[in-house]
């Protein structure tokens, strides 16, 4: 029996969002978000580069109608990740999660976000990112797992020997600055097209990092309240984009990219989240000499989809530490019955092998197991000492602040 609200002709329609859509979303948007302050930018300023009026967008919204207006809505972003410069997921951002007041508590945001749920099956996601409260997304199969280093900045600099950072395994150093000078002036970025190929090419030399065309590169980085430096100096080149405080993206070359951080830093304290050590590359061991303060953070709200994608994905990494000591075991996803073997890298199909030990988690408790940063509390004392748990986990991940929605 549908809620009262419902009646007389009011049941409610889910359904894939259209283009004529658009400004019933972006209105009714604002109205299911009044309360955070009737002050709140417009949606399509906070993001450009995911709201956007054209019929590629509204394919990733799902929406429920009622009497021929939206008034619930929620949109999936792809948008793929490269980790550690050797690992690739298919991964997404759910985001603009509303329901106008007076159609709340009748069931229409579960619904919507278990069809969203089963659009990313479908479509082979193998992680999905949301920021929001823990408590309300758990039941759903989100999880707070993994962590990034927060870092505190200040305008002091740790030491004077040259920063040292690992990219895939390997130590490189990058060149010392040549004294305190700036070469050319810091400039602001005011949208310059000519800016935009250097920047992409910068972010390029990330390891980790989000995947983009350089067409979404200017949205992106025209979101409400980001402000683009850049600084070229003896032919290199590097950026940085600031948002409330806090560095959001950053790429280039060593030297102007410590110059242009040094340039910032005496201007105001910045923060930034970086990935895990073995993600990170030689930018974000300039940050952390300039760091005052370090802490661990979350990544976010994480929901695997698939064991299979996902260790599949991470094969380059468990390949390099499975190398001498290799692991054979069953591995169980409780909720949708997913079981594989997992001997080394290779994943197999789990036959009836005797003797393999199994593991058998939630989906919540996995997400946790896999990237940390602590075991979950219903792993099994017997599973600590583990090979597979010691040596293999956890995975490293990373959601950069600008591909938040």
Known sequence: MLPKRFEWGMAPTLRQARLGDYDSILENLSLAFADEGPDLPRFDLLYPDAIRRDAACMTDWLVAEIDGNVVAGIQIQGQPLLIAATIRLKTAGLGQVFCLPEFRRQGLMSSLLNMAIRKMEADAYQLCFLSGDRQRYWNYGWELAGSARRLRLSSRRIGSQPVRAFVSGEERIPEPSQGAGFGESPKRWLGEENSLGKMLAAHEGLPTRALRELQSFAPVLSRFGVAVWTMEEAGCFAYIALQEGRLAEYGGDPQPFQHLLAYLLEKAE?????????????????????????????????????????????????????????????????????????????ILAADSTPGLAELSLSRQAWTRLLFGPCLPDDLPSEWDDHPFIRQALPLPIHWPLLSHI
């Open 270 to 346: 910045l923060r930034v989240d970086i990935p895990p050590h073995e993600a990170s590359g030689l930018l974000e061991g300039i940050l952390l000499s300039y760091a005052a303060y370090i802490e661990l953070v979350p990544s976010n709200n994480i929901r695997l989809f698939s064991l299979a994608g996902l260790l599949g994905a991470y094969r380059p990494l468990l390949e390099k530490r499975s190398r001498f000591f290799p692991w054979d075991l069953v591995l169980k996803l409780e909720d949708g019955g997913e079981r594989i073997r997992l001997k080394g890298a290779q």
